[in-house]
C-alpha cells in the first residue's frame, strides 16, 4: 500500500499519458476484434472529434491542476474534510473510503446535476449526442463541461479531505474505467450483470446512452456502481434494444460536426421528449 501512495504521489505526467493512450490503444483493438454492435461509420473521423475533445480537457486539467493541488494541501495542513476527521483506520481502508467519497461528490453528484440543470445540461448533452459509442467516446465532453466536472472535482476534494496521491489513483482508475465502459465490447450478460454489483459495467453504462428518457437520466456512476443503486437511479435494458444518441440531436451534421458540437450549448434550447 505504501508503494501505490508513493508512486501516486509523485506520478510523472508522462505516465498518466501512456495510461490514457495506452487504454484507449488496448479497448480499441478489443472492440475491432469483438464489437458489441457493428457501426457503419468512419472510425478515424470519429475518433478525431472525441480526440479533440478529450485534449481540451486534458488541457484544461493541466492549466488547473495547481487549484486541485492546493486545495489537496490545505485540507492536510488544516485538518479538514472527511477524511481528516475519522479516527485511526487501516490504510487499505482509508483508501476505500476516500475513493468512494470521491467518487460520489466529484463524478455522481456532477453527473447527476449535469443532468438536472438546463443550463448544465447544454454542455454535457456533447456527449450524449454521440451515436456511435466507443472507447474513444469516454472523454468526448465540451470544454465547458471540463471546467464544470473540475468544480466539482475541487469540491470533492476539499469535503473529502483527499490527500494529492489518492486524487492521482482515483483518476487513473477513472480513466480506465471510461475507457472500458464506453468501449465497443461485448462481455456475457452473466459477467457484465455480476461486474455491475461492484463496478459500473460496460451494459450498464450503455443504458446511460439509450437515446431516450428515462434510460438517459439512470446510471450516472463513474467507476462504482454503489451510488446508483443507492439512491435508485440504477436501470437495465437489454443490450440489443439500445440506441444511442439523444433524442433531440440525431443528425450526423450535428453530431458529427465539431463545429456544431462547440456551438450546441449557445443554440436554442430544445426539450427531449419526456423531458
Known amino acids: 500500500m505504501n508503494e501505490i501512495i508513493s508512486y501516486f504521489g509523485t506520478i510523472p505526467s508522462l505516465h498518466r499519458s501512456l495510461i ?5 490503444t488496448i479497448f480499441w483493438m478489443i472492440e475491432n476484434t469483438f464489437p458489441l454492435f457493428k457501426f457503419n461509420y468512419k472510425k478515424w473521423n470519429h475518433a478525431g472529434i472525441n480526440f479533440f475533445l478529450t485534449f481540451t480537457t486534458i488541457l484544461i ?12 494541501d490545505w485540507t492536510i495542513k488544516n485538518n479538514f474534510g472527511i477524511l481528516q476527521w475519522l479516527p485511526e ?6 483508501t476505500v473510503i476516500g475513493l468512494l467519497l470521491l467518487d460520489l461528490i466529484g463524478a455522481y453528484l456532477a453527473h447527476f446535476t449535469e443532468h438536472k440543470v438546463k443550463f448544465l445540461w447544454r454542455f454535457h448533452l456533447i456527449h450524449h449526442t454521440d451515436t456511435w459509442i466507443d472507447t474513444t467516446s469516454g472523454n468526448r465532453h465540451h470544454p465547458g463541461e471540463s471546467i464544470i466536472r473540475f468544480i ?4 470533492g476534494v476539499l469535503i473529502v479531505g483527499s490527500p494529492m496521491w489518492m486524487v492521482f489513483l482515483y483518476q487513473t482508475l477513472s480513466v480506465i474505467s471510461t475507457q472500458f465502459t464506453h468501449a465497443n465490447i461485448s462481455l456475457p450478460d452473466k459477467v457484465d450483470s455480476f461486474l455491475s454489483y461492484f463496478i ?11 437515446y431516450i428518457l428515462p434510460y438517459t437520466d439512470s446510471n450516472y456512476g463513474n467507476i462504482f456502481s454503489i451510488w446508483d443503486r443507492l439512491f435508485g437511479t440504477f436501470m437495465t435494458l437489454p443490450k440489443e434494444k439500445i440506441i444511442y444518441g439523444v433524442d433531440t440531436h440525431m ?6 460536426n465539431l463545429k456544431n458540437l462547440l456551438q450546441i450549448p449557445f ?3 430544445r426539450s427531449p421528449k419526456n423531458r
Not at 486539467?61 to 489537496?72: H, P, R
Not at 466539482?152 to 469540491?155: L, V
Open 89 to 94: 483506520i487501516p490504510l487499505w481502508l482509508y
Open 200 to 210: 459500473v459495467s460496460p451494459n450498464m453504462h450503455k443504458v446511460h446512452h439509450h
Open 152 to 155: 466539482f472535482t475541487t469540491f
Open 267 to 269: 443554440q436554442k434550447h
Open 20 to 24: 490514457l493512450v495506452g487504454g484507449i
Open 251 to 256: 443528425n450526423p451534421n450535428e453530431h458529427n
Open 61 to 72: 486539467n493541466f492549466v488547473l491542476a495547481f487549484i486541485l493541488l492546493q486545495t489537496a
